[in-house]
């Protein structure tokens, strides 16, 4: 489904963010990007989900070669992946409704099917009766769930989670981890940063970075050399 | 604000293109109506006169021929100045005769050729033509436009920067809603169009107020003029533009919103695009 051949980033006046990467990631596969900060794992998600080119190598996604893809192609790709941010990138002047119908309203769903859409994915993350409260209202975690919901509302394939639980304590850590658990059993590719690697119960594949490149110190990842 | 703003700006170039367009149709409806005064000479026989009269007639670019002999026009002269021959010691009329003319040209070639062949016919005294000050006043009007497009240009730049302005500090506003959009899928187009409606708004807006002011000042004016009738002895009517002038003025003003607004907001999510 996704697969990095040989890719480099570099940003102007900086080190290699990434180095030689390669790696398959495949449809339904539940991914932990783990890594000490600096280690390029944001920059990762970013390569994936197509908010930044590589400088170098490309990147295959469902047949398409991202380092090819034309900017204005970029905005439709990028509607394909749910994206969760760990600062959630919640919008403080609408309220939950309207923070989680904005991605329909990008991909123009009429407001009748929004809606439902919308209480569903309200629903799923447990804030249902929250939707006409202003996010600044909710705590960390409701708020992180709530990114989750505008991730999820226009049914991606693949949910691309920015360290989502960095900023929570262990209880709404666990509750954000057990929402990626259940997206990846009905068949959602899910793709986590983290820290440290929590404890799944569920298989799950980890691609370790340190210093722009894939460590080989978790020998049981299934990666491609 | 930006609507007062931008519906004053527009007022001033147009409330002037209104008053030189009233002085433009005062000026073409008098120069249609101007004549050439023909002075005839004191010692002239009525064969001479007939005789110039019938050349008159002949001539195709003269559509009206008034004859005034001297006896006449000193009469009018005298209750004009409400004097008698006494009153002034002349015993005797000073004026010739003379006929007045109107043409159906305004060509300055035309009027010249007409003027050099009458001075040619015996008789003839003096040419005066009545209409050469309208020229010079036709000359001020264009004069009085250029300067007015002049005025009207940087009216419309200085209109432009200050949308821009507005628009790219509202992007600034949203900045975030913009970055967060991006980065969820959506297009130039998508996230563009919230500012060139705001941008198309305030044109509206803006051009509406234009309107309104070009109306109620023609209203307010002939009231005026209405008022002061009796002083100024005569009606001036202040006409108002077209239907087709004040669209004009709407369209542009719409136009020079979407275009400001859409450069403005196009450059500065570009620049939004480096925050990723």
């Known amino acids: ?71 204005k192609d970029m905005p439709f790709l990028r509607r394909k992946f749910g994206m969760i941010f ?27 099917d929004s809606a439902r859409r919308v209480r569903a994915a309200l629903n799923k993350v447990g804030l249902l009766n929250k939707e006409k409260m202003n996010p600044i209202t909710l705590s960390g975690g409701e708020q992180q769930r709530l990114a989750i919901a505008r991730a999820i509302v226009s049914r991606p394939s693949i949910l691309i989670a920015d360290e989502p639980t960095g900023n929570l304590d262990k209880g709404y850590a666990d509750e954000i981890m057990n929402i990626f658990y259940s997206f990846q059993q009905v068949g959602v590719t899910v793709i986590v940063s983290c820290h440290e690697l929590p404890k799944s119960p569920i298989k799950f594949k980890q691609i370790h970075l340190n210093k722009g490149q894939i460590s080989n110190s978790d020998s049981h990842v299934p990666l491609l050399s | 604000m930006m609507f007062i703003i931008i519906g004053i700006t527009l007022c001033l170039p147009s409330a002037g ?15 249609h109506e101007a004549e050439i005064s023909i002075f005839l000479k004191k010692d002239i026989s009525q064969d001479q006169i007939d005789f110039i009269d019938s050349a008159l007639k002949s001539s195709p670019e003269i559509t009206k021929i008034h004859f005034e002999p001297k006896l006449v026009a000193w009469e009018k002269l005298q209750s004009k100045l409400k004097l008698s021959t006494l009153d002034i010691g ?42 050469s000050w309208i020229k010079k006043l036709r000359a001020i009007i264009y004069m009085i436009k250029v300067g007015l497009l002049s005025l009207g240009s940087l009216l419309v730049i200085v209109l432009i920067v200050i949308i821009s302005n507005t628009i790219r500090l509202q992007t600034l506003t949203y900045q975030n809603e913009i970055l967060v959009s991006k980065l969820i899928g959506a297009t130039n187009s998508f996230i563009h169009r919230p500012f060139i409606y705001t941008g198309l708004i305030y044109g509206l807006g803006g051009g509406v107020i234009t309107v309104s002011i070009l109306k109620g000042m023609v209203i307010a004016f002939n009231n005026l003029a ?49 925050l990723y």
């Open chain 1, 1 to 71: 489904m996704i697969k990095f051949e040989k890719v480099f980033k570099k940003y102007p006046g900086e080190m290699d963010a990434l180095q030689d990467i390669n790696l398959e990631i495949s449809s339904g596969e539940l991914v932990f990007v783990t890594g000490p900060s600096g280690a390029g794992k944001s920059t990762l998600l970013k390569l994936i989900s197509a908010v930044e080119k590589p400088t170098n190598g490309s990147i295959i996604f469902e047949n398409t070669n991202l380092s090819e893809l034309r900017n």
């Open chain 1, 86 to 112: 760990q600062d959630h990138k919640l919008l403080y002047d609408r309220n939950c409704f309207e923070n989680v119908v904005l991605p329909l309203e990008i991909n123009d769903i009429n407001p009748t």
């Open chain 2, 17 to 31: 293109y209104l008053i030189v367009e009233n002085v433009r149709q005062i000026s073409t409806k008098i120069q």
């Open chain 2, 90 to 131: 002349i015993s005797e009329n000073p004026l010739p005769h003379g006929f007045f003319i109107t043409l159906n040209t305004l060509s300055k070639e035309k009027i010249n050729r007409l003027t050099e062949d009458l001075k040619l016919i015996n008789g003839i005294d003096n040419i005066v033509i009545d209409g």
């Open chain 2, 226 to 274: 209405e008022r002061y009738e009796y002083i100024l002895g005569n009606t001036i009517v202040l006409v108002g533009l077209s239907a087709t002038d004040y669209l004009i003025i709407l369209l542009s003003a719409m136009l020079i919103g979407l275009f400001s607004s859409f450069f403005s907001a196009r450059q500065s999510i570009k620049k939004l695009e480096n």
